[in-house]
């Protein structure tokens, strides 16, 4: 089948992505990227950016620019991956593989800011964490981490080096 929309080029500002949200409240999709830029059919065209996560109306496409960009040094993103926005809330939870963390920004947030809250530190278990899910009814944040082989449960309001619920382990 051929897409509904492609979202492409220069302006959208998309490096290397490799999450993305949608907002259904908000109409806006939510788009991680790790920074690599490059026309792969052109050698030499390659440059890098920062991690960012960019946001569109969910109905971009083409050349669209985004509405709002999270970037910078403040914002810890470093390899982000898998994001859940959660529009009561106003927050997007973001894994951060190689930062070993999971940063919670608000769903309105832009430029070079920090996370509202970061779950991180030895106590926490978090092992390059690849993938989230968020459970609303139960307010459960879970995360599989890629270096552990495991799947961690945190409260939602989680925050710091906060230890999991419950851990599931695998080989």
Do not use: C
Not at 4 to 10: F, I, K, S
Not at 20 to 42: C, H, R, T
């Amino acid at each position: 089948e051929k897409p509904l929309r492609v979202l492409t080029g220069e302006s959208t500002r998309l490096a290397d992505v490799h999450g993305i949200a949608l907002d259904p409240k908000a109409k806006e999709m939510f788009v991680n990227n790790w920074g690599a830029i490059s026309q792969y059919n052109i050698p030499g065209s390659g440059r890098f950016e920062a991690p960012s996560i960019t946001v569109y109306p969910v109905d971009a496409k083409g050349d669209t620019s985004p509405s709002r960009v999270i970037q910078g040094p403040r914002t810890q993103l470093n390899w982000p991956g898998a994001m859940f926005v959660d529009p009561d809330k106003g927050e997007v939870y973001v894994t951060n593989s190689v930062g070993q963390s999971i940063l919670v920004f608000g769903a309105k947030d832009k430029g070079d800011v920090p996370p509202r809250r970061i779950i991180k530190g030895p106590k926490t278990g978090l092992s390059y964490p690849s993938s989230l899910a968020v459970d609303t009814k139960n307010q459960e944040l879970w995360v599989s981490n890629l270096g552990s082989a495991s799947a961690t449960a945190y409260p939602l309001t989680a925050s710091g080096d906060a230890a999991p619920l419950r851990t599931i382990r695998s080989a």
